[in-house]
């Protein structure tokens, strides 16, 4: 499976401000997905990181709000743009190797926004 | 459009008790099914996965079959261990834009 990294692990962050979480993976992979977790609740997709081209979004995601980067199949970037204490949550990126086959999710990143 | 259901939680078990996570789906086609957890304070890890119907995926002693009739899959272990106390998701992927659907998380406590 592959091997992947997000930076940073955790960030506490003022309201108003925003935050680029980056995502890199040890080997070029077609799917990268960027998911966001609630406290306490279960995993939602914020979108499909598509390289090359702009990332397709969930419905109630938007790119002003989460903007993404996807230079090349191993890294992708998802920015929280203008937080606010609703958007604490962990973002987790993942990698998809191929249809219906297995997700493999990087480690997370802890952010809290005062 | 395609589901997973989850048995709610928690779940307090003492260890070495047999455990039982109910899961069930609604999905057109055949989608794979997976088990993940989580432990405290880490992400996701694959547990175990079924492709196709009737598939038995297995790992670190825990199993689930894939089972189309009933459109379910439900993690199973024989004995716990303290070890195992983690929140486990049930997920599956329908395939046509390879999203996964997760369930809403099992959260497992192992007592000694």
């Known amino acids: 499976s592959a091997v992947i990294s997000q930076k940073p692990s955790r960030d506490i962050c003022q309201r108003g401000t925003s935050l680029t979480i980056q995502c890199q993976v040890d080997s070029q992979v077609t799917m990268m997905f960027w998911y966001r977790q609630q406290p306490g609740q279960s995993l939602t997709l914020i979108a499909t990181?598509?390289?090359?081209?702009?990332?397709?979004?969930e419905s109630g995601f938007v790119i002003d709000k989460f903007p993404i980067s996807r230079p090349n199949l191993t890294f992708s970037t998802l920015t929280v743009s203008n937080m606010s204490p609703e958007d604490s949550s962990i973002y987790l990126c993942?990698?998809?190797?191929?249809?219906?086959?297995?997700?493999?999710f990087g480690p997370g990143t802890r952010l809290l926004v005062l | 459009g395609n589901s997973v259901t989850q048995m709610e939680g928690p779940v307090t078990l003492s260890e070495e008790a047999f455990l039982t996570i109910n899961c069930t789906y609604t999905?057109?086609?055949?989608?794979?099914l997976f088990w993940y957890v989580q432990y405290p304070g880490e992400g996701l890890q694959l547990l175990l996965k079924?492709?196709?119907?009737?598939d038995k995926g297995s790992n670190k002693g825990f199993e689930a079959t894939y089972r189309k009739e009933t459109t379910s899959f439900h993690l199973e272990k024989g004995s716990v261990q303290v070890s195992d106390s983690a929140v486990y998701f049930c997920?599956?992927?329908?395939?046509?834009?390879?999203?996964?659907?997760f369930g809403t998380g099992t959260l497992l406590a192992v007592q000694p």
């Open positions: 990181a598509n390289q090359g081209s702009e990332a397709t979004y």
């Open positions: 079924a492709t196709k119907a009737d």
């Open positions: 997920a599956l992927n329908g395939g046509a834009t390879n999203k996964l659907i």
């Open positions: 999905a057109t086609g055949y989608p794979s």
């Open positions: 993942s990698v998809g190797t191929g249809t219906k086959e297995t997700q493999y």
